[in-house]
T-cell receptor, first 114, second 107 residues
């Protein structure tokens, strides 16, 4: 059963803590992406990776970090430097790198800072 | 900033009516895609139209592309309450999305 999974579905964090959001895909896709979505808003690109061991900053990378050690995994760490991390986080993957291919999205992780 | 921008921001119609939403983009593209997002879920790919195509159909969906005007439209015919969602376009190689069109279909 191919797809892209994100965990956990809901995550609560205390101020000053780092948290890591998981994203795994078994679609054999080269490219993976992280987006942030605030209520009633569109998606904003945080980081993307077109190939293993390589990633680039998106439009709102400050306060976030990623790694791409394996093709199937692209975890996102929300650091304490992110001033307003409460949001809905979406991970996606696609076949051709560069964003020209169809993106497949995970179900999302809703992060709340207490 | 993103390539594709959706219009209108919000659209409310009665069940059975048609819904039309538009997407404008800035630079030349090789394809344009439409996605749908139900509240609190991930985006789901609906349809892709290539730059050499003018119109494409998929069930109750009809997409047009006008490369001279750098615009696309998504038409949902005979809408249903289950079509209530946000709709996004992604233009060409851009991996960014606009704010989307929030469609509400009233039963």
């Amino acid at each position: 059963d191919g797809g892209i999974t994100q965990s956990p579905k809901y995550l609560f964090r205390k101020e000053g803590q780092n948290v890591t959001l998981s994203c795994e895909q078994n679609l054999n896709h080269d490219a993976m992406y992280w987006y942030r979505q605030d209520p009633g808003q569109g998606l904003r690109l945080i980081y993307y990776s077109q190939i293993v061991n390589d990633f680039q900053k998106g439009d709102i990378a400050e306060g976030y970090s990623v790694s791409r050690e394996k093709k199937e995994s692209f975890p996102l760490t929300v650091t304490s430097a992110q001033k307003n991390p409460t949001a809905f986080y979406l991970c996606a993957s696609s076949i051709p790198s560069g964003g020209s291919g169809t993106q497949y999205f995970g179900p999302g992780t809703r992060l709340t800072v207490l | 900033s993103q390539q594709g921008e959706e219009d209108p921001q919000a659209l409310s119609i009665q069940e059975g009516e048609n819904a039309t939403m538009n997407c404008s983009y800035k630079t030349s593209i090789n394809n344009l895609q439409w996605y749908r997002q139900n509240s609190g879920r991930g985006l789901v790919h609906l349809i892709l139209i290539r730059s050499n195509e003018r119109e494409k159909h998929s069930g109750r969906l009809r997409v047009t592309l006008d490369t001279s005007k750098k615009s696309s439209s998504l038409l949902i015919t005979a809408s249903r309450a289950a079509d209530t969602a946000s709709y996004f376009c992604a233009a060409g190689n851009d991996m960014r999305f606009g704010a989307g069109t929030r469609l509400t279909v009233k039963p």
